[in-house]
């Protein structure tokens, strides 16, 4: 099982999963007074507001970074719509929820935003882990 980070400002939890980044850096772009990549924690959550938080997660294009609201009950996600997006000269990006079978068996389900590799270079197969940008992959 993968491991997460959760971070909270009492109003919203942001959820980081570090396995499923691929280093966009769409977040550090976009809120980079909230996630600075050099610190410990790289979260700073109450430098923005809940709302500037939610819209910015909200934006990550591998599903590593999502929120729940604090006074949900229910923290499960909801069955979203499948849409996929290929992204130029980086991963195939799949919106929705997917159960995913891996090579050795396990089975895992996966929400919101999940990054596939299309380089084939990724150490973390089937998922995008960001090699491309190194390998200057393009497609």
Known sequence: MSKTKEYSNGDVTVVWKPEACIHSAVC?????????????????????????LIQQVKQCPSGALSYY????SNKT??????????????????????????????????NKTTAFCRCGMSHNKPYCDGTHLKEDFKG
Not at 28 to 46: A, E, N, T
């Open 28 to 52: 550090v772009k976009g809120l980079p007074d909230v996630f600075q990549p050099k610190d410990k924690p790289w979260i700073k959550i109450d430098k923005a507001s809940t709302e500037a």
């Open 69 to 72: 609201m604090n006074a949900e």
């Open 77 to 110: 996600s909801k069955v979203l719509e499948t849409k996929v997006e290929v992204m130029e000269n980086g991963p195939l990006l799949v919106y929705g929820t997917l159960n995913v079978t891996h090579k050795d068996g396990n089975k895992e389900t996966k």
